[in-house]
Structures are given as structure tokens and as C-alpha cells.
């Protein structure tokens, strides 16, 4: 009676639906509309569908009944992923992760129980969702108590502007949900987090270049010129035969073998004499006197 019934009332196959196996959120079903059940006649149909599966070792036609009624039960787990519409995430993404948690739940459901369906499916496909926003949207991830509060903050800001007729201040959300403004504040900047807007996009409306383009360009000019004010200072506090032992090797780019045959000395000696003469230059950098010298 139940494949009677889903059979009479044809699913509409969504055209962009993927059928690549390597996708992830691919359920092993075509995704669909199912038909407008009333919530008891599905409550019954599942049962139903669950009992004859549960009565099957496993074959062809107990996947086909398990099938139907993952597809049967297809509008509560759009219903729950509808709860987090408008967070930041395409619906259609939070929907495939819902059905993802919904086919999970009915494949490892045990009728034998003698619970409902659903209060199986439900704490799994909210458990699911919420692991999804927690693990997979964040680029920079805020405290966990922050990421909580998100949501709830999210519900309050819609209940209170309606109350009101205005945005409510964080003020308000702070007293309505029973935490700090500082609490708040936190977590509405923290949209940024998961959401981040992109460098190729434009600042705003009347903008006719990308953020990418206003960052300023390295010139390695910027760089040398703070190195030379930075070190001028310590290197004047040097031995002059030190400053030259620097010059060869870091100005003229001399080997130490090079300077040791200039200097008369060996190439060790050289290395030493480099190895304390830097310590000396870092002495000195660390210095604000030498530096303001």
C-alpha cells in the first residue's frame, strides 16, 4: 500500500542533482520532492516500510524499501535544515547535509525498538548540522562558546526586531539571552569568520576595483631603506676592522675563504670573527640608546 501510494504521487528529480560518486554529500538517491504526506499518514507508511525492511536479510528489494522511505521522509530533514537558513551557508548546501544525516539515520535505524522514526532522525540530522557549521565553515575559528551562541543570537535578533520594530542593540541581545555585551559584540563580529568576504570582490556599490588591487605592492626600496637607519647606528659602534670584515662579506658578497686571504688569517678564524661580530650587532640593535645615537 505504501509503494502504491509513493508511486501515484511521481517525485520531481531536481535537474542540478549530482550523481558523481566521489561527492560526498551524495545519498546514493536521487534528490527529490516528495510527496505531501500528512504527518500521521507518514508516520504509518514509515513504519510500515521499516517493518517489511527489517524482515529482509540484506538484498535488492530491502534497499528499494529503505529507498522509500528516506524519500517519504525527505521534507523533515529539509524542515530541519531550514532552521539555519540565512547563517551564511547556501540552503541548498545545509539541505544536502540533512539528507546526507537523514539516509545515515534510516539505514541504521532499529525498528525492532519500538520508536518512532523520527526521534531517531531528528537529534541526528541537527547533531549533523551543527558539526557541519562548526567543523566546515569557520576561516578563523572563534571560541567554541562564541560559535554557540551565533545562532541563538541569530533567533533573538528576528524575535526582538519584530517586538520592537527596530534592530535591536546588543544591549538588548545580551539581556534577552542572558550573557555580556562583550559576549555579543563578540559573536557578531565573528561573521566575518565564517564568511569571509573575498579580495577579488569590490569594496562596495560605486567601487570600480577589487580590495586586491588597494593593497599596497612590496618595494624592496621600503626594506633596505629600514634596514640601513635600523643597523647605521649599531655598525658606527663596531672596530673599523670589523665593519670591514661586513662590508666584504655581506656589501661585496666575498666568501669567507675570500676574506680569510685578504685578511691573512684562516677561513675559521674568519667564521669566528663573523660569528662575534653579529653578536655584537644584535647587542647593539637591542639598545634604544645606540639606536636613537
Not at 524482515?55 to 524519500?71: A, M, S, T
Request: with cysteine; hydrophobic share 35%; glycine share 4%.
Amino acid at each position: 500500500m505504501s509503494t502504491a501510494l509513493l508511486s501515484k504521487t511521481p517525485a520531481t528529480k531536481n535537474p542540478e542533482a549530482s550523481s558523481d560518486p566521489s561527492d560526498p554529500f551524495d545519498t546514493g538517491i536521487p534528490v527529490t520532492t516528495a510527496p505531501q504526506v500528512p504527518p500521521e499518514e507518514r508516520k504509518r507508511l514509515t513504519a510500515e516500510l521499516l517493518a517489511r525492511a527489517h524482515d529482509l536479510e540484506e538484498c535488492p528489494e530491502r534497499e528499494r524499501l529503505l529507498d522509500e522511505v528516506i524519500v517519504l521522509n525527505l521534507p523533515v530533514a529539509a524542515a530541519l535544515a531550514g532552521r539555519y537558513r540565512n547563517r551564511g551557508q547556501p540552503i541548498e548546501e545545509l539541505e544536502q547535509v540533512a539528507y546526507l544525516a537523514l539516509t545515515r539515520a534510516v539505514r541504521s535505524f532499529k525498528p525492532d525498538r519500538g520508536e518512532d522514526l523520527l526521534v531517531f532522525v531528528v537529534p541526528s540530522v541537527l547533531g549533523e548540522l551543527k558539526r557541519y557549521f562548526r567543523d566546515s565553515t569557520w576561516t578563523v575559528r572563534p571560541p567554541r562558546r562564541i560559535q554557540e551562541l551565533r545562532p541563538r543570537i541569530a533567533v533573538a535578533e528576528e524575535e526582538l526586531t519584530q517586538r520592537l520594530g527596530r534592530a535591536p542593540r546588543p544591549s538588548e541581545l545580551a539581556s534577552e539571552l542572558d550573557c555580556s555585551v562583550e559576549e555579543v559584540i563578540e559573536a557578531i563580529d565573528s561573521r566575518d569568520c565564517a564568511s569571509p568576504a573575498s579580495l577579488d570582490e569590490a569594496p562596495g556599490p560605486g567601487a570600480d576595483t577589487a580590495w586586491i588591487d588597494r593593497l599596497p605592492t612590496l618595494d624592496a626600496g621600503y626594506d633596505r631603506s629600514e634596514a640601513v637607519a635600523v643597523l647605521a647606528p649599531a655598525c658606527r659602534r663596531l672596530r673599523p676592522r670589523d665593519r670591514e670584515i661586513l662590508r666584504m662579506r655581506f656589501y661585496e658578497q666575498k666568501t669567507q675563504q675570500q676574506i680569510a686571504d685578504e685578511l691573512g688569517v684562516t677561513q675559521v678564524q674568519v667564521s669566528r670573527l663573523l660569528q662575534r661580530i653579529l653578536r655584537d650587532l644584535r647587542r647593539n640593535i637591542g639598545r634604544p640608546e645606540v639606536l636613537a645615537a
